[in-house]
């Protein structure tokens, strides 16, 4: 399975310790060089450029091969280049958490998934313990509509029990 990967959801997950759910969801986990510049830069958390200089095994840096057609301007330049390397290798997803680029991708027919729904699927595999995730991930600057949250984590109570 080939993913690729945005900035956001590696962000967070680095920032809530759960880095590792990435490679026993997925074999094949890609970002494009705009991705890791950054999550190098300078604003960028210390615990995240760490982790970036320190580029897993299981993570590759890859060049899209050209721009691919017109993009809405609110768009980074790592948003682009994850959706033109998720639609020219035919990525089974793209991690990402930005609206404008989640919808541009699924204009684009390249499915999406975000950090919450990233948790949630590693939850449902037994990889994390979901509210201890959710409860970490509030206590950075990570935003997301509370009802959405709440279901998530309703759902997966559901599964427990």
Do not use: C
Not at 28 to 50: C, Y
Not at 56 to 73: M, N
Not at 95 to 115: F, H, N, S, V
């Amino acid at each position: 399975m080939i993913v690729v990967a945005d900035a956001t959801p590696l962000r967070y997950l680095v920032l809530i310790d759960e880095t590792d759910i990435l490679p026993a969801l997925y074999d094949r986990i890609l970002i494009p060089p705009a991705v890791l510049s950054e999550l190098s830069q300078p604003r960028t958390p210390p615990s995240v450029q760490l982790w970036i200089a320190g580029l897993p095994g299981w993570l590759q840096v890859v060049a899209p091969f050209g721009p691919s057609g017109e993009f809405p301007a609110t768009l980074g330049a790592g948003e682009r280049e994850a959706i033109t390397l998720a639609e020219e290798l035919d990525a089974e997803v793209l991690l990402i958490d930005d609206w404008a680029g989640r919808r541009e991708a699924e204009k684009r027919r390249i499915p999406t998934q975000g950090t919450l729904g990233l948790l949630s699927v590693a939850a449902e595999h037994g990889l994390t313990d979901l509210p201890g995730a959710i409860a970490h991930l509030r206590e950075t600057n990570f935003r997301a509509d509370e009802k959405l949250i709440q279901a998530i984590l309703d759902e997966d109570l559901r599964r427990r029990t």
